[in-house]
């Protein structure tokens, strides 16, 4: 039977000798056709007519497309594989290289590269990570990890086990938004493909100016704003460079102006829109209950006067300083619940009532500022639902502070003006612009 297996095995080699040689001989020819074409083309001889050449086709260096390769995190990714991953909750660097195949020592090297560059610690449960892995050998292997939007970290799980954070090219484009108000503000702008980012911080701008509670059905805004790219796709709204806001016949401008000690959103005369107080404790809130006299109390089933602003919104809604103060108050008190109180000065004094919790370091004693979050919408002490109760003293009178006129800042001063003057033409000639004008910059955010 071995001998029968040797005949099989010899015959089939000198049959498949006998083919590669056929083969061989062949290619040979095929060349030989082709280097002799060649050399009939470079000869070009004579008895060739002028009409004949003029027949032979040309064909243009750009008559077929280049192809680009996909370039992500700084390479050709159509010549890897790319597998994506989740990380559990739990799973540590090393975990995630051990998935890898890799070596104790190659971990070790690469967890003490990290060190000045990325603190590993701060991988978070449930985001993605890459493994990008050219060729059998694994010797071109790399993890990708993306903190945010705006930057990448490169873990190199071949060789060197080099650890990189690379910063993403951001470019700048300034835009121009224009909404009218069907039922919401926000609604008119997430509609036209806007980020709730762009809609806070429109409010930052003419939040002295407008309460954003009360907002009507055809009202009219336009923003000026920087709208930050990467790679072509729009990853966030930058500063507002200004607003406008219109109701029947009454317009605000909000300009954006920085020089010196000079910095915030003015009128068009420079005037400046901050005021002592916000109006409002909340974003994207609205009133429940008003400041009332003579309300019924819905938990007490009885007549109680209500020296508030009740502002409803979903349980844990951060609550803001109206105003610059010290903490006088932040504790829980029977029907108020968790509440906080504000003194901002000799004169004006507010509370906030109902926090499911308080801010880190709200206590008495301690200096918040406007806009700073304190504590965060709950229901505690006698309340329906989720909402705060805002009041507001003024000379040691509650009273309603939606129909307070209070003291407008100081506007710019005269020699302020022929610097601030461009800037509100500027602006102004941007609102007239229904689409993106003008790229500013490349930068990193």
């Given at each position: 039977?071995?001998?029968?297996?040797?005949?099989?095995?010899?015959?089939?080699?000198?049959?498949?000798?006998?083919?590669?040689?056929?083969?061989k001989k062949a290619a040979?020819?095929?060349?030989?056709?082709?280097?002799?074409?060649?050399?009939?083309?470079?000869?070009?001889?004579?008895?060739?007519?002028?009409?004949?050449?003029?027949?032979?086709?040309?064909?243009?260096?750009?008559?077929?497309?280049?192809?680009?390769?996909?370039?992500?995190?700084?390479?050709?990714?159509?010549?890897?594989?790319?597998?994506?991953?989740?990380?559990?909750?739990?799973?540590?660097?090393?975990?995630?290289?051990?998935?890898?195949?890799?070596?104790?020592?190659?971990?070790?090297?690469?967890?003490?590269?990290?060190?000045?560059?990325?603190?590993?610690?701060?991988?978070?449960?449930?985001?993605?990570?890459?493994?990008?892995?050219?060729?059998?050998?694994?010797?071109?292997m790399y993890m990708v990890?993306?903190?945010?939007?705006?930057?990448?970290?490169?873990?190199?799980?071949?060789?060197?086990?080099?650890?990189?954070?690379?910063?993403?090219?951001?470019?700048?484009?300034?835009?121009?938004?224009?909404?009218?108000?069907?039922?919401?503000?926000?609604?008119?702008?997430?509609?036209?493909?806007?980020?709730?980012?762009?809609?806070?911080?429109?409010?930052?701008?003419?939040?002295?100016?407008?309460?954003?509670?009360?907002i009507q059905e055809n009202?009219?805004?336009?923003?000026?704003?920087?709208?930050?790219?990467?790679?072509?796709?729009?990853?966030?709204?930058?500063?507002?460079?200004?607003?406008?806001?219109?109701?029947?016949?009454?317009?605000?401008?909000?300009?954006?102006?920085?020089?010196?000690?000079?910095?915030?959103?003015?009128?068009?005369?420079?005037?400046?829109?901050?005021?002592?107080?916000?109006?409002?404790?909340?974003?994207?809130?609205?009133?429940?209950?008003?400041?009332?006299?003579?309300?019924?109390?819905?938990?007490?089933?009885?007549?109680?006067?209500?020296?508030?602003?009740?502002?409803?919104?979903?349980?844990?809604?951060?609550?803001?300083?109206?105003?610059?103060?010290?903490?006088?108050?932040?504790?829980?008190?029977?029907?108020?619940?968790?509440?906080?109180?504000?003194?901002?000065?000799?004169?004006?004094?507010?509370?906030?009532?109902?926090?499911?919790?308080?801010?880190?370091?709200?206590?008495?004693?301690?200096?918040?500022?406007?806009?700073?979050?304190?504590?965060?919408?709950?229901?505690?002490?006698?309340?329906?639902?989720?909402?705060?109760?805002?009041?507001?003293?003024?000379?040691?009178?509650?009273?309603?502070?939606?129909?307070?006129?209070?003291?407008?800042?100081?506007?710019?001063?005269?020699?302020?003006?022929?610097?601030?003057?461009?800037?509100?033409?500027?602006?102004?000639?941007?609102?007239?612009?229904?689409?993106?004008?003008?790229?500013?910059?490349?930068?990193?955010?």
């Open positions: 039977m071995n001998h029968q297996t040797d005949e099989s095995t010899s015959e089939q080699t000198s049959r498949t000798g006998g083919a590669f040689k056929w083969i040979l020819g095929v060349a030989a056709l082709a280097i002799g074409f060649a050399a009939y083309q470079l000869a070009e001889p004579d008895y060739i007519s002028a009409s004949a050449k003029d027949a032979v086709p040309t064909i243009e260096l750009g008559a077929f497309p280049i192809i680009k390769p996909t370039m992500r995190w700084g390479f050709a990714i159509d010549t890897f594989t790319v597998t994506e991953y989740k990380i559990s909750g739990g799973q540590s660097l090393s975990d995630m290289l051990m998935a890898r195949q890799l070596s104790q020592e190659a971990i070790q090297a690469i967890v003490k590269n990290t060190e000045g560059i990325f603190d590993f610690r701060l991988l978070q449960a449930g985001k993605s990570y890459n493994i990008l892995n050219h060729g059998p050998s694994g010797e071109q990890y993306e903190p945010s939007v705006y930057e990448y970290v490169l873990f190199s799980l071949g060789s060197d086990y080099k650890v990189e954070r690379i910063q993403r090219e951001v470019d700048t484009q300034v835009e121009t938004g224009h909404f009218v108000v069907e039922s919401t503000l926000w609604e008119a702008m997430v509609g036209q493909g806007h980020s709730y980012e762009l809609a806070d911080r429109l409010e930052d701008a003419l939040k002295w100016s407008i309460d954003f509670h009360r009202d009219e805004f336009k923003v000026v704003f920087e709208n930050k790219y990467i790679e072509g796709k729009s990853v966030g709204a930058g500063k507002v460079e200004g607003a406008y806001h219109k109701r029947s016949d009454k317009e605000v401008y909000a300009v954006y102006y920085e020089n010196g000690e000079h910095k915030g959103y003015y009128d068009l005369e420079g005037r400046p829109l901050k005021t002592a107080f916000l109006k409002a404790p909340l974003r994207f809130s609205r009133i429940s209950s008003r400041y009332n006299l003579n309300r019924f109390h819905p938990v007490l089933k009885r007549r109680r006067a209500h020296l508030g602003t009740d502002y409803a919104a979903p349980h844990g809604t951060e609550i803001l300083a109206v105003g610059d103060g010290v903490v006088s108050q932040a504790h829980y008190s029977g029907g108020n619940g968790n509440f906080v109180r504000i003194k901002h000065d000799k004169v004006y004094e507010t509370q906030y009532l109902h926090m499911s919790r308080f801010a880190k370091g709200i206590r008495p004693g301690t200096r918040v500022s406007q806009g700073q979050v304190i504590g965060y919408v709950g229901s505690t002490g006698l309340a329906t639902g989720p909402h705060v109760c805002f009041r507001f003293w003024k000379n040691g009178q509650q009273v309603d502070h939606l129909r307070l006129d209070l003291p407008q800042a100081k506007p710019l001063p005269e020699s302020e003006m022929p610097l601030f003057k461009p800037v509100k033409d500027a602006f102004l000639e941007k609102l007239k612009a229904e689409k993106p004008v003008e790229a500013v910059k490349k930068s990193n955010p």
